[in-house]
């Protein structure tokens, strides 16, 4: 499974964890993995590491968004699709050391598949701003 790919099952884990509480989160990505037939070992490992590494920095992750938002915007008015992406690209980039060109560009895909109209603008303005910090 190309890396592309195993990004956006990432993402679908992502979305599908920020909807539930992150209790049993091995748990729920093993069976994540298992539900969508995902046996690349490297993809699986990528997956988990991703799940695990946003849940890790969740907070860190949310202070760095809410401080790129436009002025009078919280987190809560950002649309969950658009939230989980930024969650996604902060942590491909800060700490997964992906470059940053690479972590917008593949997040700004992904957002032009299933965020809203105008979510590749949105999320490609915040992380702008967050690369510049």
Sequence with gaps: MKRSAARE??????YSLQIQNNEELQEKIDIYIEN??????????????VAKGVSEHKEEIEDLIRKNLKKGWELSRVAK????????????????????KVGINETIE???K???????VFINGVLANVIKM
């Design 110 to 112: 992904l957002a032009k």
């Design 81 to 100: 699709i658009d939230l989980v992406l930024l969650k996604l690209a902060i942590y491909e980039i800060k700490y997964n050391d992906l470059p940053y």
């Design 9 to 14: 099952q990432a993402f679908k884990l992502l």
């Design 114 to 120: 299933y965020g809203l109209d105008n979510s590749h």
């Design 36 to 49: 969508n037939e995902i046996t690349d070992k490297q993809a699986q490992d990528y997956i988990s590491k």
